[in-house]
């Protein structure tokens, strides 16, 4: 079955999509990735009730309005997905397996079938039976763009019969063996399919003329007509040949460059060594006709056009063979199915849609891109914002934080090194290692007050992240008050402010398979403002300082837009905020005359978890705009450890080596970070 599909270029396609999940523009999964890689799954539409299994079976002229089917508890359900309503049962005519196969252009009709009755929905009013010729099974194929015609067939005394139905009448189009109806034109005026004389032969049915038959390629009147241009002058579907083999064809209604004996008829061939070929749709014009044919080998989709002849597209990765469902209006985009099977009959293998754009190649010929990672990669690119900017927020923190106190009038310049390391979660977030490097100074205002100021250079290694930024500067503005002074007793006061920028390269479609990486640069900032208040207090050999912070982030992605694929996209501004309160404890104890360890553990809670939103616009079908939210859920609650040895030397100088281990922004696996830094005082 096909169904019209609009693209945000204004082009209309026919798609057939198939397979155990359903995909479109916008799913919260709980990993909100594709397939085919490592760190990913499939985003999906999900399933109606308790089901596992949904597909697609086509999506409305705009993109917003999926349809298809999904298993429940009580069987195979019709669905209806958008955007904002997500997947809606569209009920049964008895309680029995139902399925949608069309949809009208702006999504609110859908036609399909509910065991051995034909259905259409309507949005507002609910599911019809479109009744019967003759009391027997029907089933409906195809509707109208506008929505007031169904096409499909009825059981009439076992016989299959073609038919036409609207609001008022259904009527078979002949009398005569069996027909089916497959295809109907943009006003419902031109209808085709095939009908039985022993052999299918293809018909076209044209209101107030009739049913006309379109013959056979010269072989046996063997034919089946699949697809009409929007005009209905134009069929396109298979025909027998002389030497019994079947071909595609193009019939023109005033054509004469056909075979000998059906001027109408067009022989669009095979590949080379190829016998057989099918075509299933064509463009506006009816210039493009795609489908599928053989090389004797395997089974592959293919381009036609005319004047330049047929065009072997391939398969996706591991592909044993591929069919061509549809194509654009104007003929540069082309949708079907790669299948790939296992090594003996008992293996189904697995089935794939594509999507192929004419000149997206490096040869200009157009690469096979996987229609569902394509798909999915846009809200992937929504999660590895999250991550990327969760990683500039620790890295102006970091920076933040590397404070000193001297006394008054004095001097104190540091440099310090980070590193830190967090695993490869499992199914989501990939692995990220981050480093910080960092110029301190500060100066002693009073006995119990220093101000300073730090300068870092900071970068992140975001592995299997769309973000390959270059180095980030960051600047923080900072004091610390200590009541107790250098002892650090008594009450103890900090505060900072803080800004980072940094500007790279962001490829969409990263570690998917079958999917042009698409790229674009832009500058991520982040500014900060951060405070603490706690109270120092000696115990024996034990300073125990606790204390209670926040902190507040702002970050900002710029716009920007993508080049370098089949398919780009542009997107807005991002903005998302984080303010995060701590709570800690430290004990520090000399352990030699010059060595100090510190000891400490607290905990970060998240104040307002925030989902950044990643909007903009496309030329992906089904995405000419969009809109999501991020389905990383942050951890709110992340406690940590530390650990501080610091070496004093005999000239005021002092070495400090730190270890901290804790939980992640996002993710399962601990973060753990190692650091050196250096001071002095004068």
């Known amino acids: 079955m096909s169904q019209a599909v609009g693209l945000s270029l204004g082009a209309v396609v026919t798609l057939s999509c198939m397979g155990a999940t359903a995909f479109a523009q916008d799913l919260v999964c709980d990993s909100a990735a594709p397939v085919g890689t490592e760190a990913y799954e499939i985003c999906d539409l999900g399933t109606l009730d308790t089901g596992t299994r949904s597909g697609a079976s086509g999506i409305s002229a705009d993109g917003t309005v999926v349809i298809g089917y999904a298993n429940t508890s009580d069987g195979m359900r019709p669905f209806r997905w958008t955007q904002s309503g997500g997947m809606q049962n569209l009920g049964v005519l008895s309680n029995a397996h139902t399925t949608a196969r069309g949809v009208s252009a702006d999504g609110t009709v859908v036609v399909g079938t509910s065991w051995d009755r034909g259905f259409r929905w309507v949005e507002g009013v609910g599911l019809s039976d479109i009744g019967t010729l003759a009391g027997g099974d029907t089933t409906a194929n195809a509707v109208s763009p506008d929505g007031s015609?169904?096409?499909?067939?009825?059981?009439?005394?076992?016989?299959?019969?073609?038919?036409?139905?609207?609001?008022?009448?259904?009527?078979?189009?002949?009398?005569?063996?069996?027909?089916?109806?497959?295809?109907?034109?943009?006003?419902?005026?031109?209808?085709?399919?095939?009908?039985?004389?022993?052999?299918?032969?293809?018909?076209?049915?044209?209101?107030g003329v009739g049913m006309q038959s379109l013959g056979s390629l010269g072989g046996y009147v063997r034919s089946q007509a699949n697809a009409v241009t929007p005009d209905g002058s134009i069929v396109v579907g298979s025909a027998a040949t002389p030497d019994d083999s079947t071909h595609a064809f193009r019939w023109v209604a005033n054509g004469t460059g056909g075979v000998s004996g059906n001027p109408q008829m067009e022989d669009l061939g095979t590949f080379e060594g190829g016998s057989n070929s099918d075509a299933t749709a064509v463009n506006a014009d009816g210039t493009v006709v795609v489908g599928s044919s053989n090389n004797g080998a395997s089974t592959w989709a293919f381009r036609w056009v005319e004047g330049e002849g047929m065009q072997n597209l391939g398969g996706l990765t591991g592909a044993s063979d591929s069919i061509a469902?549809?194509?654009?209006?104007?003929?540069?985009?082309?949708?079907?199915?790669?299948?790939?099977?296992?090594?003996?009959?008992?293996d189904m293998g697995t089935t794939r849609a594509f999507i192929w754009r004419a000149g997206s190649g490096s040869d200009g010929g157009g690469t096979m891109e996987d229609i569902a990672n394509l798909t999915a990669s846009v809200p992937i690119l929504?999660?590895?914002?999250?991550v990327a900017q969760a990683e500039q927020q620790f890295a102006l923190g970091q920076t933040m934080g590397q404070q000193a106190f001297v006394q008054s009038g004095q001097m104190v310049m540091s440099a310090q090194t980070n590193i830190q390391h967090t695993g490869r979660n499992p199914t989501t977030v990939g692995a990220r290692n981050s480093s910080v490097g960092a110029i301190s100074f500060g100066r002693g205002i009073s006995?119990?007050?220093?101000?300073?100021?730090?300068?870092?250079?900071?970068?992140?290694?975001?592995?299997?992240?769309?973000?390959?930024?270059d180095?980030?500067?960051?600047?923080?503005?900072?004091?610390?008050?200590?009541?107790?002074?250098?002892?650090?007793?008594?009450l103890q006061f900090s505060g900072a402010i803080g800004y980072?920028?940094?500007?790279?390269?962001?490829?969409?479609?990263?570690?998917?398979?079958?999917?042009?990486?698409?790229?674009?640069?832009?500058?991520?900032?982040?500014?900060?403002?951060?405070?603490?208040?706690?109270?120092?207090?000696?115990?024996?050999?034990?300073?125990?300082?606790?204390?209670?912070?926040?902190?507040?982030?702002?970050?900002?992605?710029?716009?920007?837009?993508?080049?370098?694929?089949?398919?780009?996209?542009?997107?807005?501004?991002?903005?998302?905020?984080?303010?995060?309160?701590t709570l800690g404890v430290t004990g520090a104890f000399d352990v030699s005359e010059r060595g100090r360890l510190a000891l400490g553990v607290g905990v970060d809670r998240e104040l307002n978890p925030e989902r950044p939103r990643l909007t903009g616009a496309s030329d992906i079908p089904g995405l000419a705009t969009f809109d999501f939210g991020g389905t990383f859920t942050p951890n709110r609650t992340r406690g940590f450890a530390t650990v501080d040895y610091t070496y004093a030397f005999e000239n005021g100088s002092s070495l400090t080596g730190n270890l901290r281990v804790g939980d992640a922004v996002y993710g399962t696996t601990r973060s753990v970070g190692v650091g050196v830094s250096y001071s002095m005082q004068f």
């Open 500 to 581: 980072m920028t940094s500007e790279g390269e962001i490829a969409r479609g990263r570690l998917l398979t079958d999917v042009l990486l698409a790229t674009g640069s832009s500058t991520v900032e982040t500014r900060a403002v951060q405070a603490s208040i706690g109270h120092g207090l000696e115990h024996g050999d034990w300073l125990i300082t606790s204390q209670i912070g926040i902190a507040h982030y702002d970050t900002r992605r710029e716009a920007y837009a993508e080049t370098g694929a089949s398919f780009n996209a542009s997107y807005d501004e991002m903005r998302s905020s984080r303010t995060v309160a």
């Open 447 to 469: 006995g119990t007050v220093t101000l300073g100021a730090t300068l870092s250079l900071s970068g992140t290694s975001l592995k299997n992240n769309a973000f390959d930024m």
């Open 149 to 207: 015609v169904v096409v499909g067939y009825s059981m009439v005394s076992d016989i299959k019969r073609a038919y036409r139905w609207t609001e008022t009448s259904m009527e078979a189009l002949f009398g005569g063996d069996h027909s089916e109806a497959l295809g109907v034109n943009s006003d419902g005026t031109v209808i085709v399919g095939h009908y039985s004389t022993g052999w299918w032969v293809a018909f076209r049915w044209v209101e």
């Open 471 to 490: 180095t980030d500067v960051g600047a923080a503005l900072w004091g610390q008050y200590s009541a107790g002074g250098a002892a650090r007793t008594g």
């Open 382 to 386: 929504g999660n590895d914002s999250a």
């Open 325 to 346: 469902t549809g194509v654009s209006a104007d003929g540069s985009i082309v949708v079907g199915e790669s299948a790939s099977y296992g090594d003996d009959h008992f």
